[in-house]
Structures are given as structure tokens and as C-alpha cells.
């Protein structure tokens, strides 16, 4: 069974940085896209950021020019730099992969709190 496992979560200050790390374990060689979603507390769940297979790279308006998605496919992991921290940011951040066979899988969770 394919799990996701997100890290690096925290507290943080406004304009500070945070690295989130999406690990994947069980039996799977790859992934086709991956991403990270947040859902803050009163909303819905949103697209952050996605990463294809390829390298291709897509952002949520909010955060283009602050945050950075980044995978390495011999770890089977999925980054998510986010720098430039806003209160806003604030969230649960989580994040999915899609397997070869299209299934859809999903991480935990790690929350993000940033204070003004």
C-alpha cells in the first residue's frame, strides 16, 4: 500500500521560511503529477502548487514568486519551499500524487502557522 507522509511544518513569523517534504512509501517506482493543497480552518480545500512528472510546474496565484515545488523521483519525494510567509498562508498543508494507475493518493497533513 502507497503512503504519503508530509514534514517540516511549523510556526513561523511573518516573512519567514518553511521547507515542506512529501515522502512516499510501500510499492511504487513513480509518480505521475504530485502537489500540495492547503485547507485553512472555515475553507475550502486549494491548489498551492503541482508538479508534473516532467518537471512542469504550476502555482496558485497567491503564492507565485514566493513558493517553489520541486520533487526528486529516485526519492520519491515532493518539496514545497515557501518563503516570504504571509499570515494568510496559514493552513494544513497536504499533499497528493497520482500513480501510474491513476490512483489519486494523499498525505496526513502538516499544519503551517504564520504570526504577525
Known amino acids: 500500500q502507497v503512503q504519503l507522509a508530509e514534514s517540516g511544518g511549523g510556526l513561523v513569523q511573518a516573512g519567514g521560511s518553511l521547507r515542506l517534504s512529501c515522502a512516499a512509501s510501500?510499492?511504487?517506482?513513480?509518480?505521475?503529477?504530485m502537489g500540495w493543497y492547503r485547507q485553512a480552518p472555515g475553507k475550502q480545500r486549494e491548489l498551492v502548487a503541482a508538479?508534473?512528472?516532467?518537471?512542469?510546474?504550476n502555482y496558485a496565484d497567491s503564492v507565485k514568486g514566493r513558493f517553489t515545488i520541486s520533487r526528486d523521483n529516485a526519492k520519491k519525494t515532493v518539496y514545497l519551499q515557501m518563503n516570504s510567509l504571509k499570515p494568510e498562508d496559514t493552513a494544513v498543508y497536504y499533499c497528493?500524487?497520482?500513480?501510474?494507475?491513476?490512483?489519486?493518493?494523499w498525505g496526513q497533513g502538516t499544519q503551517v502557522i504564520v504570526s504577525s
Open positions: 497528493n500524487a497520482r500513480t501510474p494507475l491513476g490512483r489519486l493518493v
Open positions: 510501500g510499492t511504487i517506482f513513480s509518480f505521475n503529477d
Open positions: 508538479i508534473t512528472s516532467g518537471g512542469n510546474t
